[in-house]
């Protein structure tokens, strides 16, 4: 088969993983016979620079017509004086919106070979972690009406929207049932239905949405307890599905726990088989242009893009089983060295695991 993937390198560390993950999926197709046909497009800063505009239209269109997008990170300092609408983050809520992308899973795992990486204790971890957050991506407060005004004291004043309808609850639950199904058959929705109206209706269509899938057990928690209980008994939770703010801020909590934010994929996902895979990590400016990366969360978004828009199973499974080869045989990225001076650089890491897809 021929599959065509729209790739949006971004900036600061973002094209150095891409340029990582996109041999690896190279190497797949060798193996398993599929053509993988690449194009390039401009978004986030790069996409300022090049053009006055985070997010052009060809971009837009061009990861429209895509089978699926491979994204690597927007942002730096460079473009942090910019106003709201100019940013490089913009650019990424417009691909969110203007793709349909309202499924964004972040699966926080850690690997048995960096456990020790977990600021948690083992006896909290109680031998592994494997919780996926299922957060909706183009609905409530980051996409609602925002405003700055002058209030009848005179005073400057500013507001932002959340509202959700029904039907955007409901298919994000249902995403986050049918993911439940295929794992520990638990799914914990997050709210904070104690004072939001918009968490009430959140909450009581979760609960009737769960008739639905008798097979999964279905429990609620505020926003503030699961914040809470993720570093107190991480073990608790399987799937947590709730709104975009809120899934926001737990999926960073959720990435620290694992010690490895460097390691962690994301797939965001519209209806049907299309989606947008990136790593849960930044630009990370810092280290851009050094060979210092880690490219195994946006190889691992490869495995995702495989699995869930392309539906190889097969071949997403054997890149991921690259990837614990490469940590069983003791390489590691310097991220994730634990001062180990003998950590090896971005390109290096991507054909270790390129080599290791046979
Ligand atoms: C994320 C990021 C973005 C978000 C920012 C960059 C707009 O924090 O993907 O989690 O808030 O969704
Ligand atoms: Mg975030």
């Known amino acids: 088969m021929e599959y065509q993937i729209a ?30 046909r690449f194009e390039t497009v401009l978004a986030g800063g790069a996409a300022i620079d090049a053009t006055g505009e985070c997010l052009p239209t060809e971009t837009l269109a061009k990861c429209k017509t895509a089978d699926a997008v491979l994204l690597g990170a927007v ?13 490089p983050e913009k650019a990424l809520l417009g691909l969110r919106k203007g793709l349909g992308l309202y499924a964004n899973l972040r699966p926080a795992m850690i690997f ?15 031998g592994g972690l494997d919780i996926l957050i299922v957060r909706e991506l183009t609905g409530g407060i980051y996409f609602g009406k925002h ?9 400057t004043s500013a507001r932002d929207v ?36 918009t968490s009430r209706l959140w909450r009581k269509t979760m609960t009737a949405l769960a008739e639905e899938y008798p097979d999964v057990t279905l429990d609620h ?9 993720l570093i107190r008994d991480p073990k608790h939770f399987d799937v947590i599905v709730t709104s975009n703010m809120f899934g926001d801020i737990l ?62 199973s097969k071949e997403a499974d054997r890149v991921e089983a690259a990837v614990k080869e490469f940590l069983h045989e003791g390489y590691r990225t310097a991220d994730i060295a634990g001062g180990n001076t003998e950590a090896l650089g971005t390109v290096e890491t991507g054909d270790k695991i390129t080599a290791l897809i046979r």
């Not at 790739?7 to 599929?34: C, F, Q, T």
């Not at 965001?268 to 195994?296: C, Q, R, T, W």
């Open 7 to 36: 790739l949006v390198p971004g900036d600061g560390i973002g094209p150095e993983v891409v340029a990582e993950a996109v041999k690896v999926l190279k190497r797949v197709g060798e193996v398993y016979g599929h053509t993988f």
């Open 75 to 87: 942002g730096g300092p460079k473009w942090d004086e910019l106003p709201g609408e100019k940013r």
């Open 112 to 126: 048995p070979e960096l456990s020790e990486a977990s600021p948690l204790k083992p006896s909290v971890l109680g």
């Open 147 to 155: 405003e700055t005004f002058r209030n009848a004291d005179g005073q």
């Open 162 to 197: 959340e509202e959700y309808s029904e039907k955007e609850i409901l298919r994000i639950g249902r995403t986050a049932f049918s993911m439940a199904e295929k794992r520990d058959h638990h799914v914990t929705s997050v709210d904070k239905a104690n004072v939001l109206d």
């Open 221 to 229: 928690m505020y926003v503030d307890n699961a914040s809470m209980q």
């Open 251 to 312: 999926s960073d909590e959720a990435s620290q726990i694992t010690g490895s934010i460097g390691m962690l994929p994301s797939a965001s996902l519209a209806d049907g088989n299309f989606g947008m895979y990136e790593p849960v990590h930044g630009s990370a400016p810092d280290i851009a242009g050094k060979n210092l990366a880690n490219p195994i969360a946006t190889i691992l978004s490869v495995a995702m893009l495989l699995r869930y828009t392309l539906n190889l």
